[in-house]
């Protein structure tokens, strides 16, 4: 069964401490490991994809890695507008369709 | 263009009543798919779209649960006779192709089955 596990759940950073949110997985046939952002009341928004191990991508205070079995969200200098819930997900094929399984998200929280 | 739209943003039904949930996705995108996130879980699939095609119909819980989709855009989520434990955010997504490519995501709507 395809599987994704977030942690830690929740994160509390003081502006300018860096730290990494953990995503590890276990699936057959990785298409893709997605990571969004979800502010509350509102629906994820895209950050990153990544296919292949070894693959690095990079959004101002966000750089995503990719290992064979986990993925690591690295923040620096984070701000207090970062605070939010960072989704991880996994694309598995079904039907011709890339279906998501997400784990529960890191709720993390930038305080001044 | 626009993202991916859905409405209502928020439906509060009596239980045993019908709700229809609708979704329009970005203009030009072909996949189309429907996530529930229930409090304290994580986002679960539901059904997908290609083109108005289901191939994955897998992820509905129940037959209460339907979906349909017209004109290669809108798709209605409907479910009958509401239970609370449907209670939940239904989100929708759309992407380019099916294959790998990234799925956007619409605000949701909010559930509540009283």
């Known amino acids: 069964e395809d599987q994704v596990t977030q942690s830690p759940e929740a994160l509390r950073l003081q502006e300018g401490e860096s730290s990494s949110l953990n995503c590890s997985y276990t699936?057959?046939?990785?298409?893709?490991l997605f990571w969004y952002r979800q502010d509350p009341g509102k629906g994820p928004e895209f950050l990153f994809t990544l296919y292949s191990a070894g693959e690095e991508k990079e959004k101002e205070r966000l750089k995503a890695t990719l290992t064979k079995k986990e993925s690591f969200l690295h923040i620096t200098a984070p701000k207090p507008e970062d605070s939010a819930t960072y989704l991880c997900a996994v694309g598995v094929l079904t039907g011709g369709g890339n279906k998501l399984t997400f784990g529960t998200g890191t709720q993390l929280k930038v305080e001044l | 263009g626009a993202g991916v739209s859905q409405s209502p943003s928020n439906k509060v039904t009596e239980k045993g009543k019908d709700v229809e949930l609708r979704c329009d996705p970005i203009?030009?995108?072909?996949?189309l798919y429907w996530y529930r996130q229930s409090l304290g879980q994580g986002l679960e699939f539901l059904i997908y779209f290609q083109g108005n095609s289901a191939p994955d119909k897998s992820g509905l819980p129940s037959d209460r649960f339907s979906a349909e989709r017209t004109g290669g855009s809108v798709s209605t989520l409907t479910i009958q006779r509401t239970q609370q434990e449907d209670s939940a955010v239904y989100l929708c997504?759309?992407?380019?192709?099916?294959?790998?490519?990234?799925?956007?995501f619409g605000p949701g709507t909010r559930l509540t089955v009283l």
């Open positions: 997504a759309s992407s380019v192709t099916t294959s790998t490519d990234t799925q956007y």
């Open positions: 203009s030009g995108h072909t996949a």
């Open positions: 699936v057959s046939g990785l298409r893709g």
